[in-house]
Every structure is written in structure tokens, then in C-alpha cells.
């Protein structure tokens, strides 16, 4: 019993290390919490953390990290942004964290590597339709 309290606490303090704002008191602030401002530099520091080097997610017995490589379900640009502005299961919002602009940056980063290729770009216009601002 103790030990497994010991693992989830580790494992929790693992996911969430990358990413301070997040583990912190979560505020309603509109403002951005990263200064990252390319795809590639926001994704190593925030979703590598969880989505692992070159996108190839991770299973351990306690969590499940999708992988972004090779997944079809990053075609459409929809989708990534939706789930980036409202959060999808064990996955946090990133609504109050990134700015708009941080949001199509890290899509079509994703979008682009880890063996994608959608051509399709995400546009601001479409993460504003979703975060309404
Ligand atoms: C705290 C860990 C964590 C972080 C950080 C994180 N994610 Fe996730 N992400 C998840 C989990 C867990 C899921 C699966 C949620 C589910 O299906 O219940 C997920 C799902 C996704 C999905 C949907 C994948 C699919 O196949 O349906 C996308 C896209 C995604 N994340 C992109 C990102 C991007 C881009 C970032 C960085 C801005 C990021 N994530 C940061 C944990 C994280």
C-alpha cells in the first residue's frame, strides 16, 4: 500500500515536471506562462514531457501517453487544437497557458514531424474560433 502511494506520487511529480505553471495553482489568467515561441521549442519543453522524445508516446501500467508520431488523427487541424484548448482525458487544457499564436505554433509542429506530413495548416482564425478570444 505504501509503495504504490510512493510510485503515484513519483509518477505524478514525473508528469508533471516539465511543465511548472501547470502543476502550479491553476489561475484564470490570459496570459501566456511560456515564452517559448517556435513549434519545436514549446513542444520540447511542454508536451515532450508527456507525449516523449520524437512524439512516440509512452503505456506504463500507471498512464497512457499517446503517441503524436504517425497519427492520423493529427490530419485534420482540428483536432490537435481542440484538444490542446480544452483538454482530453488525463491531458490538462492548455487554454490559459499558451497564447493563440503559441497554440498554432505547437499544431503544426506536431503536424509536421514525427513521420506527419498533413500539408493542411491550422490557422489562428481557427484556434480563435475555439478559444474565443
Ligand atoms: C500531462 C501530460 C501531457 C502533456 C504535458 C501533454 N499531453 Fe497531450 N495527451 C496526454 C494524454 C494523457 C492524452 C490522452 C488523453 C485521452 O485520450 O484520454 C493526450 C492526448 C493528446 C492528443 C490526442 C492524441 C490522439 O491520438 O487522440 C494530442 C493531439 C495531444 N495530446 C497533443 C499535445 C501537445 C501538442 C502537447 C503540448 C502542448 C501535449 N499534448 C501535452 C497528456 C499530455
Redesign the pocket.
Known amino acids: 500500500m505504501k509503495k504504490l502511494t510512493m510510485l503515484a506520487l513519483m509518477l505524478g511529480s514525473y ?2 515536471a516539465s ?1 511548472p505553471a501547470v502543476a502550479g495553482t491553476p489561475t484564470v489568467s490570459e496570459s501566456s506562462s511560456f515564452e517559448q515561441k517556435t513549434g519545436e521549442d ?2 520540447n519543453s ?2 515532450q ?3 516523449m522524445e520524437g512524439g512516440k508516446g509512452v503505456s506504463t501500467g500507471a ?4 503517441a ?1 508520431a504517425e ?1 492520423a ?2 490530419a485534420a487541424p482540428g ?2 487544437i481542440y ?2 484548448v480544452n483538454g ?5 487544457s ?1 487554454k490559459h497557458y499558451l497564447t493563440d499564436e503559441q497554440i498554432v505554433e ?2 503544426n509542429y ?1 503536424r509536421t514531424h514525427f513521420g506527419n506530413d498533413y500539408q493542411e495548416k491550422a490557422t489562428l482564425e481557427d484556434v480563435k474560433t475555439m478559444t474565443n478570444r
Not at 482530453?88 to 490538462?92: A, E, I, K
Open positions: 508528469a508533471f511543465f514549446l513542444y511542454i508536451c514531457g508527456c507525449h498512464g497512457f501517453y499517446p503524436l497519427n488523427k493529427l483536432y490537435p484538444v490542446l482530453l482525458g488525463g491531458m490538462p492548455f505547437v499544431v506536431v
